[in-house]
């Protein structure tokens, strides 16, 4: 499931890859809803300054596995989306989708296969932090110090980098690398959401390190067709879809 990294990222150095220290239970917060509860019933996680260390383990183990990812969903996730900084339309859309999977787990019309497909798709999901993004291109169009071209080629590149999250290839990791100049991440909650006031330069920053994803991915550029619930249900869809066995 997601697993936003409980630290908040550091502005002077770049997330790491490895090296996870695991997270002390008797610290889970007791306040707003964090995603570590929820994605315990499908992976154990751990965090390590910033970056996002998933550690692959039987999650299936112990217990019906439908009855625990739907009480993942029910009791940690969808919580901690109704609290995110996603645009309200799209939030909506989202919770509405991950409630009808819980009641197709609670049902237990998905099988193991796409339990685990399912699992795979949301952990880490980058696609639930998109309200930084959003945040950061509001920043830029207000920003009276950058040119219209700046304004225009950033938004181009945010639809692009949609398009990278629903090819599958941005992780967690990346878009918290790419909005570190202008992004803080909340310790209690793991949102990313954009400081106060960030610079020009630091804005141009975060432009640069999103367009220098999307190359790296390779995705196409061009105007999003989708919303980010539309991506969001692609991605879902795909998840469901499992390919016949060979």
Known sequence: MVQPPKNAVSDETEPQTGGARKEDPRKEDQGEPSLGPACAFFFLAACAFGSVALIATAWYIGGNQSERASAALRSQLIPWVEISTLAPTDKAQIIERLNELVADMEAERLDERQLSRLNFRLSGAPIFQWGV?????????????????????????????????????????????????????????????????????ELQECSRRITALNDEAKTVK????????????????????????R
């Open 133 to 201: 993004v959003e945040q950061i291109t509001a920043a830029i169009n207000q920003n009276p110090e950058l040119s219209s071209k700046e304004k225009e080629d950033f938004e181009l590149e945010a639809d692009r980098l949609l398009r990278t999250v629903q090819n599958g290839r941005l992780s967690m990791e990346q878009l918290q690398f790419a909005t570190q100049p202008v992004a803080q991440q909340e310790v209690k909650t793991g949102r990313l959401s954009i400081r106060d006031n960030p610079s020009s330069k």
């Open 222 to 245: 061009g105007s999003m067709d989708k919303s980010v619930a539309q991506v969001f249900n692609a991605i879902m869809e795909e998840a469901l879809e499992v390919p016949p066995d």
